[in-house]
Each structure stands twice: as C-alpha cells, then as structure tokens.
C-alpha cells in the first residue's frame, strides 16, 4: 500500500502555540509508519511557515526553528494538492493528500487554516471551516446548542468599548461568576470573579485575547467531556470528570494537574453516562463538527447536564483528555489517529 503524506502543522500564530507544539509531537510519534509519511510544518509566532526535516523532539522544546526548515507554503494551483518548499537550489513540489493542523487558538483552530486547505482541494483532518469557527465562538456555539434543546449557563457579552456596563452586567447574573474572552482557548484570560470590584481587571484581561467578553454564571457541580469521533456514524470515548481542590480548571491545572485529577472514566452512574454521551452526540452534529472533537459540559450537583464548550482540536499530548478517553474505551492513540486521517481522506 502506498503510503500517504499527510502535513502535520503545529506552533502558530497563537497564544496556545506552545500546547501546539506538545499536542504535534503527540500526534507525529504515534502515526503509523506503514500508511503515512508526516510532512512537517512548522508555524512561528509570527506566522511564517517552514517545512521542517529535523528531529521531532526538538518541536516541543521549541527549538525546531533551528533547523533544518525552510520557507514554505500551500501551492495556489488547486490542482496540485502540494507544499512548495523553497529551498536555496529551487522549489521543491511535495504532493499531500491530506493536512492535518494541530493548531490551537486562533489562526488555526477557528476556520482560518481549514478554509485555506479547503481552497485547494486538500482534505483537511477533523472539523471544517464552518464547525472550527461556530466552535470557537463560545456565545453563538451557546445560542445554536440552546436552540438543540440542551441547557447552557446563564451569560452576557461585553464587546471592547462598552467596559464601562460591566458592573450592570455582572450584576444581573451574580456572583461569582466567569469572565472570558469569546474566542480563545486553554483558559487564557479566564477569570473567575467573586465581587463586582474585581470585574474591571478581568475583562481588561480578557479583552487582551478577543474583542468580545463573556461574562458566564458559575455552574456548581463539576465539568465532564466526551470526546467524539466520526463524520456520519460516531463513536464515543467514556466520559471523563474533573475533579478540583479548588478555584477552576485553569491553565496550569490543564498542563500539569498540581492539585487536580481527571478521572476516566467518570464517577458515575452508568444512565448518567449515557445521558452525557447522547448531550455530546446532539452538541456535535449541531455545531457541524466531522472527524473529531471533543465536547465538554457541566453536571451540577443535582444532576442537570449544560453545556460548556467544544475543542475542535483537543490536546494531544501524554495527559490529553481526549486521547484518554478513547483508551478508555478500547482505541489507542495510534488508531485514532488512523481512523481520523482516513475519514478526511474519504470524504
């Protein structure tokens, strides 16, 4: 069987560039060696991209810019379905018959990239244009799952310029509550506030990430996630929990678990289960999303299910939520993987 290149695109122009470059490594040693050849793509944080043949683990030290990589981009005739490599002797053409961007945030995970693959008849890896950008809107993603029939928080926008109706605003949801930018991911410039005087601060803050603010109910209970793969028929991985000593599911929570564990899978019952699995099927054909996502949501303590928010492209790395689930549920990384590339080559 001819093996197929598959463009693996991680770093970017983001503030999760450097989960970018974790989650890539994940996904670039766990890929079958007898169906793909990995075509490397790095993307800086300025936003160049180079093709890059040096060593793997130099990509999440960050240290890949060194070496060997050259300027690179997506040729512009359609029917080429190639990189163009500009090397010092002359252009190099190599054929891909997919892309797969392990790009988290902006710039990549909101329609931006998919759209430019898309255009040239290449077979992009996971969600769409249109599932990548509705997912990184938390405020539309919570009006079209609403409209589903499944619960979300209570919440209110706040777009730059209009700072000063924070405090009204705040005040009609209560506290504490949550303050986040509309579109960005891995909990940058979240903040949960517990009085009106801390409210100012955290949307500066958020502001810093997007031009849009939302300002969340803070949901008793705890977050639990499915992680869904399949185009038209899915599949989906035991439900994982959350467990926290205390504050939120931050940042440094996310990458390092200090005081926090994930339990896979969740300390349920087996109908409560089944209840989030059937929310996360709903929530996923609603927004659109194809080949893969993973779909996270709250139960609070009475056992009412809402929902939280959709990552297109979850992490991949060793700790990873998504991944985790799947082997829960009898897939290895490495034939998620598999299934995933071949969904967006078949369709």
Sequence with gaps: MKKQNIAILFGGRSSEYGVSLSSAHGVITHLDPERYVPILIGITSQGDWYHYTGPVNAIPEDTWQKGPCFPAMVSPRREDHALLVFREEGVETI???AAFPILHGKNGEDGTVQGLFQLFGIPVVGCGVLASALCMDKARAHRLVQAAGIPVPASLVLRRGEEDQAA???GSLGFPLFVKPVKAGSSYGITMVTAPDQ???????ALTYDDEVILEERISGF???CAVLGNHVLTVGEV?????????????????????AIHVPARISAQKAQEIKTAARTIYRTLGCQGFARVDLFVEPAGRVLF??????????SHSRYPNMMKAAGLPLEEVLTRIIELAVQE
Excluded at 199 to 205: E, G, I, S, W, Y
Excluded at 242 to 253: A, K, N, Q, R, Y
Excluded at 308 to 317: M, R, S
């Design 95 to 97: 054929p891909l018959d």
């Design 168 to 170: 009204d605003l705040g």
């Design 199 to 205: 409210l100012a601060d955290a949307v500066k803050l």
């Design 223 to 225: 977050e639990t996630g």
């Design 240 to 260: 994982d929990e959350i467990e926290l000593s205390d504050g939120f599911f931050d940042f440094t929570e996310k990458y390092t678990l200090k005081t926090s």
């Design 308 to 317: 939280n928010e959709v990552n297109t492209i979850p992490g991949f790395t």
